[in-house]
DNA sequence: CCAGGACGCGCG
DNA sequence: AAAGCGCGCGTCCTGG
């Protein structure tokens, strides 16, 4: 498969990204390398307190018995072959139902945490610096991609490890850490290709929710007994996986499974096992039927022309052996379906944040400001923040993420968005948290997290720690 | 003994 | 007709 840039806007966009990707590579962030080494030590105390327990259950036993200088907590292979299952993943572990699992499950994370995360925090910081590589040439979709440590996967989906490892990164002494991120970008390239008039109301309306309602429609919960939990799994175990090309029987596998694990219930507290039960869902097979309906839904009548679009561009593909990307791109060579309808989206709404990156570092850098670009995930741009600077940075970043990029690309004919997040001064990457609008009337920064203590809400100012119960 | 593949898992 | 996209890293394991 081949990708080249079929304008001069293209071409410059790599030259002049690979410029600001040097510049955040020079720039580097801070490590709190005294921290990585205690954790280091801690999370061997804790993997070794783990394995004394597992050696004292009865499959463990046997497994050690059974391989004896072989035998290795490490081994998926051995692992797999005790628990009797194909595979030692953790979705097909957990359906084993033995107590044991967790144990297994909870020794494997903190081992990746302290193998992996803490590890190469240790081993790439240099002077309690870390410059991760950002390149542009190594990827089949054109998104970037990271090394030497890959800053893009640093775990934040578990809250024990996300803790673990990102406490070890923080901002320059008296600094801030700040991440902005486009919200829901792909979905709204995807829609700049697409043009479906139903998607495009689902992105303008904001009292709409279509992760809500397809979970509501996956699982048939009425709205008002909707959780957020159930949202979740209507959002990144149907709608997401559909969009990558993802079909009903492993969706059906995935909600179902995630019954369990996740032990979904209603709002009002009724196990959803025993809601589907009572809606003539109960077993597997016949919740499998329904998610095929609500796929067929999904692309026949809800968002008909994105499907016809799909269909156009993988017989476009067919004819010419050619994809286009709107940012001034195309692809050729074998490739299969998902990929190929895939391939407008996901290069394209990572060119809107390299886009914006370039114009952001490089009026850093012409006003002489002390804040930094430090790192880019995909769609977000993480800062290291002088705070007096605060309030202009994020606004210069607002303008050129979601004005200017519009003037420069019409296609985007959806409105971009940006979520703001900030660490308080000197504190971890693990502490950042949404900020909203609101000024703070102490230190005059206009950005604070709004926070709840019971039934009262207030807001907290990152910069200066002052708290208002009215702000504005 | 080493290189490279397979697998698993972290992220968007 | 095929059956989720894109990455990097650590570990195990196989074949030469």
Not at 94 to 111: A, M
Not at 123 to 140: I, K, N, Q, S
Not at 207 to 217: F, G, K, P, V
Not at 433 to 441: F, I, L, Q, S
Request: aromatic content about 10%.
């Amino acid at each position: 498969m081949k990708i080249q840039p079929t304008t001069y806007d293209g071409y410059k966009l790599l030259h002049e990204g690979v410029l600001a990707l040097a510049d955040i590579e020079e720039n580097g962030m801070c490590i709190d390398i005294e921290y990585c080494k205690k954790q280091q030590n801690h999370l061997a105390r804790r993997i070794k307190h783990l394995e004394k327990k597992l050696l004292k259950d009865k499959t463990v036993k046997k497994w050690k018995k059974k391989y004896g200088s072989q035998f290795n907590f490490d081994s998926d292979t051995q692992m797999a072959k005790m628990f009797n299952v194909d595979s030692a993943k953790q979705e097909v572990m957990e359906q084993i139902g033995d107590p044991i699992i967790d144990t297994l499950i909870l020794r494997k994370r903190l081992s990746k945490a302290r193998n992996t995360y803490v590890a190469n925090y240790i081993r790439e910081a240099v002077d309690g610096m870390l410059h991760p590589f950002f390149h542009l040439h190594t990827t089949r979709s054109i998104r970037s991609s990271c090394s030497n440590i890959n800053f893009q996967n640093q775990p934040v989906r578990i809250e024990l490890i996300k803790k673990i490892v990102r406490r070890a990164v923080i901002p320059r002494p008296g600094n801030i850490i700040g991440e902005i991120d486009y919200s829901g970008q792909e979905v709204k390239v995807a829609t700049c290709n697409h043009k479906d008039p139903e998607m495009i109301k689902e992105l303008n309306d904001p009292s709409r929710d279509m992760h809500r309602d397809m979970a509501m429609m996956c699982y048939k919960v009425p709205k008002d007994l909707m959780t957020s939990k159930i949202r979740y799994c209507g959002k990144n175990k149907f709608v997401f996986p559909q969009f990558y090309g993802d079909y009903y029987v492993h969706n059906a596998t995935d909600l179902w499974n995630a019954i369990t694990t996740l032990n979904l219930e209603l709002k009002n507290g009724i196990p959803l096992h025993k809601h589907l039960k009572s809606n003539k869902l109960g077993t597997y097979s016949k919740f499998e039927s329904h998610i095929k309906k609500v796929e067929k839904y999904f692309w026949e009548d809800k968002f008909s022309v994105y499907a016809d679009w799909k269909q156009q561009i993988w017989d476009d593909y067919c004819d010419t052996g050619q994809v286009f990307l709107y940012s001034g791109f195309v692809c050729s060579g074998y490739m299969e379906r998902n990929k190929v309808i895939n391939m407008p989206i996901q290069g394209p709404a990572f060119h809107c944040l390299l886009w914006s990156l370039i114009k952001i570092n490089k009026w850093l850098k012409e006003t002489g400001k002390q804040t930094k670009v430090i790192g880019q995930i995909h769609d977000s741009i993480v800062l290291d923040i002088y705070p007096p600077e605060l309030n202009e940075v994020i606004e210069k970043c607002r303008k050129i993420m979601t004005e200017d990029i519009v003037t420069h690309w019409p296609w985007l004919i959806v409105q971009l968005k940006i979520d703001v997040e900030l660490t308080p001064v000197d504190g971890s990457w693990y502490l950042k948290e949404e900020v909203k609008r609101a000024d703070c009337h102490e230190c005059g920064s206009s950005w604070m997290w709004q926070k709840e203590d019971g039934d009262e809400e207030y807001w907290e100012c990152p910069v200066c720690e002052n708290i208002e119960t009215v702000p504005f």
